[in-house]
């Protein structure tokens, strides 16, 4: 009888795909929801438009939304999830913006393990919280922000028998380095830019930890330079300070003081790269040209790299003509359906007749 999974198990997800390259205990199965091989799409019409006809250039979305809760964090979740499991914890916590909640929910659930997620009262997507309850996660609101709650769960996680999956965990870099490796594989060869939102910058940690493998190792000759941005209101590292009160739409990244955040300056400073801040209005602009451009629907915070490099090349400190691009979108537009309803128009309601319809049809 062929195993249930054999429809599905042409692609095993991250660990067991990149076994070799994945550094965490291997001594148990990998808890897996098949994460991993997401689509690199080409975004020649949203290209043009960001190069605003300063800069041709080939672009493609890393859309990582294609995971299975709907957001990169998988990628680091199963493996930190699967270390869990090997060490003997019985239960996990971590503070989220509402992504990692979601994910740590799922893989825990999977696992068999009990799962505590804080997240910002009132601070998270609609979508995020519906997956976080939906996968049985203890949910609990803090009147606080990220930062609070991380302070919080790292104290809990020493004090308390209960391992902690935020992304100081190394076991989550080990899972989310594999996104450089799908890219490097997918194009032949590391891209000339990659361009990525920064929040509590563990992924721009991670992309570099596996770029840097691959180059060291000989499977690429050269890294990406390393295009992150920030929200104008929640950018500590684009202002080299802690920033108390972060505020931005793009809930995902508002954080004012990121774990990762040497990790976040040596990757710019080794791979030449540029780290900006940029306005609400700049990232809700990004985020609705790629969906109306390339069909491609991402939450907010993941449209900030797109907004980077539009700014950028505006701005002029940034030349893309001739480069090849990778913009990663961390996470799907249906995480935040109030922020896609709220900016745009207010569907029409008509009679069920046929005359009301053609009424309204403007077809050129
Ligand atoms: N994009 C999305 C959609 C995110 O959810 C996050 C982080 C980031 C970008 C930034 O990644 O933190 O590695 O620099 N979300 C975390 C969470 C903080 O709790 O879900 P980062």
Redesign the pocket.
């Known amino acids: 009888m062929p195993s249930p999974l054999t429809a599905t198990a042409a692609w095993p997800g991250v660990i067991t795909h990149y076994r070799d390259r994945v550094q965490i205990t291997q001594s148990v199965a990998p808890v897996t929801l098949l994460e991993g091989n997401t689509p690199l799409i080409p975004a020649p019409a949203l290209a043009r438009a960001l190069g605003q006809g300063k800069a041709e250039f080939e672009l493609f979305l890393k859309f990582e939304a294609s995971n299975p809760t709907g ?3 998988d990628r680091g979740m199963t493996a930190a999830i699967t270390q869990a499991v090997a060490d003997g914890a019985k239960a996990v916590i ?10 740590a929910a799922a893989y825990a659930a999977r696992a068999g393990l009990q799962c505590v997620v804080l997240v910002p009262d009132g601070k998270i997507a609609a979508g ?1 919280l519906a997956g976080a309850l939906s996968y049985g996660a203890q949910v609990i609101a803090i009147n606080g922000n ?1 930062d609070d709650g991380l302070r919080m769960v790292r104290e809990a996680a020493e004090r308390a028998p209960i391992a902690l999956v ?2 100081i965990n190394p076991a989550r870099l080990q899972g ?1 380095k594999t996104a450089a490796f799908e890219v490097v594989d997918a194009l032949g060869a590391a891209p000339d830019w990659l361009a ?11 992309y570099w930890l596996g770029f840097t493998e691959y180059f060291n190792d000989g499977i690429t000759s050269t890294r990406p330079r390393v295009l992150g941005a920030q929200a104008a209101g929640s950018a500590p590292i684009v202002h080299g300070r802690v920033i108390e009160k972060p505020e931005t739409i ?1 809930t ?2 508002r ?1 004012g003081n ?1 774990a ?1 955040w040497n990790e ?1 300056l040596l990757a710019l400073d080794e791979s030449d790269g540029e780290i900006t801040a940029v306005s609400d209005a700049e990232i809700l602009a990004a985020y609705r040209q790629v969906a109306r451009l390339e069909g491609v629907f ?2 907010p ?2 449209a ?1 790299g797109l907004a980077g490099m539009a700014k950028g090349v505006r701005e002029g400190w940034l030349d893309l003509d001739g480069q090849r691009v990778v913009a990663v979108l ?2 799907h537009g249906l ?1 935040d359906p109030d922020t896609a309803i709220k900016g745009a128009a207010e569907p029409v309601t008509i009679e069920p007749r046929i005359d009301a319809l053609l009424g309204l049809l403007s077809l050129s």
């Open positions: 957001s990169f964090k971590c503070a989220s913006t509402g992504n990692t909640a979601a994910s995020k990220f935020n992304s989310q990525l939102p920064v929040g509590n910058a563990g992924n721009i940690t991670a793009a995902a990244i954080i990121p990762r976040a991402c939450e915070s993941s900030a961390t996470g995480k």
